[in-house]
């Protein structure tokens, strides 16, 4: 059972979107540095289509996505809960953050919008820097996946 501990309102981890972050605990990476290790337990609610519809009851006029974020205890879980998502607010986006190096097969990409895949690794950085080995995916009309991390890259320079 997918269990979250926390959620809210961001701006920059889906590039151009207003996102509902759910932040998911149990996460089975542990990658070391990781920012959200407060994740890795297994703690938190249940996280259900009751919980969803609960969370955008309160947010849905002020968001364009929502985003499960760290970890993947349970993939066909996530997968679940996007086809909910994708069937019952059909004007939101769906995003995923998986720590793993590949997608999993119980994914089917027609639910997401954006993928996230990649453990966290120190010295190689996180979305933001180029050396990064995680991947921001968007989801083609084909089901093919478009890497849009670069678009990350760009923040980091200063004007003026």
Not at 32 to 42: I, N, Q, R, V
Not at 132 to 155: H, K, P, V
Request: aromatic share 10%; with cysteine.
């Amino acid at each position: 059972m997918l269990k979250y501990v926390n959620a809210g309102i961001v701006f920059q981890e889906i590039p151009d979107e207003v996102t509902l972050s759910i932040n998911l605990s149990n996460c089975p990476c542990r990658c070391p540095g990781c920012h959200s290790s407060y994740l890795w337990g297994d703690v938190g609610k249940p996280l259900t289509p009751v919980a969803l519809d609960e969370f955008l009851a309160k947010y849905a006029s002020d968001i364009t996505c929502v985003c499960f974020m760290g970890g993947d205890s349970d993939p066909a879980a996530v997968n679940g809960l996007a086809g909910y998502l994708r069937q019952r607010y059909p004007q939101l986006k769906v995003a995923w953050y998986s720590g793993r190096t590949i997608l999993s097969p119980a994914i089917c990409r027609s639910r997401f919008d954006y993928i996230k895949i990649g453990p966290y690794i120190r010295h190689l950085g996180g979305l933001r820097q180029p050396t990064t080995n995680q991947r921001l995916y968007r989801i083609g009309t084909a089901d093919e996946l478009i890497d849009i991390t670069s678009r990350f890259w760009n923040r980091n320079r200063r004007i003026g």
